[in-house]
């Protein structure tokens, strides 16, 4: 059972408008979210995360907003730029578990047009 | 720099013979990670070792084994490759009690 899920495969964005990619989950016991890129060909990049004990966490062009009630995160970059076209993962995990282990959702393919 | 190598990156093998995929790291991790992602997927835990202590997801197939030599080695052995295990194999790894994890580019596997 996919606990981690993102609904839109697909995102098209004009470079300097903002991306949000949104992400929903399942199991209250997580408590630590992360997002990560992924260019073709490369692995999976850490981009930013978030604590289940904070609402927002930004860095530079990127801003996570954590909504635990609904069990729902989002990703906003702004401004949106070309070279951030590619596949954002969302990722989420419980220090409970041994190891931490991440469940991924299955990605959004993030397209920046000129 | 200091990072997750994995090799191959493709790799083709024919059904039932099996394969070995290498992962190696500079960044001194204690933790690392196999994770498979299929086609349109999203990547699954396999299993992860703490240093030498192997922890196995409930649901990893019996056909795939794990050897860690190592601090900086870790391999995935596919004893009897299906069809089904055609994907990428993404090695990661991170620090004790630290949630961030740190991908390696991934092995393509082609079983024909």
């Known amino acids: 059972d996919q606990q981690v899920k993102q609904n839109s495969p697909s995102l098209s964005v004009q470079e300097g408008r903002i991306s949000i990619l949104n992400c929903d989950y399942t199991?209250?016991?997580?408590?630590?979210f992360l997002w990560y890129k992924k260019y073709p060909a490369e692995g999976p990049t850490f981009l930013i995360s978030i604590s289940s004990i904070k609402d927002k966490n930004e860095d530079g062009r990127f801003t996570v907003f954590l909504n635990k009630s609904a069990k729902h995160l989002s990703l906003h970059i702004v401004p949106s730029q070309p070279g951030d076209s590619a596949v954002y993962f969302c990722?989420?995990?419980?220090?409970?578990?041994?190891?931490?282990?991440?469940?991924f959702g299955k990605g959004t393919s993030l397209l920046v047009t000129p | 720099d200091a990072m997750v190598i994995q090799n191959p990156r493709y790799q083709v093998t024919q059904f039932g013979k099996p394969v070995t995929l290498s992962c190696s790291q500079t960044?001194?991790?204690?933790?690392m990670y196999w994770y498979q992602q299929k086609s349109s997927q999203a990547p699954k835990l396999l299993f992860h070792?703490?240093?030498?202590?192997?922890?196995n997801e409930a649901d990893t197939p019996d056909n795939f084994q794990s050897r860690r030599p190592n601090t900086s080695f870790c391999f995935l052995d596919i004893r009897s490759p299906g069809l089904g295990d055609t994907a990428m194999y993404l090695c990661?790894?991170?620090?004790?009690?630290?949630?961030?994890?740190?991908f390696g580019p991934g092995t393509r596997l082609l079983v024909l």
């Open positions: 960044l001194n991790h204690n933790v």
């Open positions: 990722a989420a995990m419980s220090n409970s578990n041994s190891g931490y282990a991440l469940n």
């Open positions: 070792y703490y240093d030498k202590d192997f922890n």
């Open positions: 199991n209250s016991m997580f408590d630590y």
């Open positions: 990661a790894t991170s620090r004790l009690y630290q949630e961030t994890q740190y």
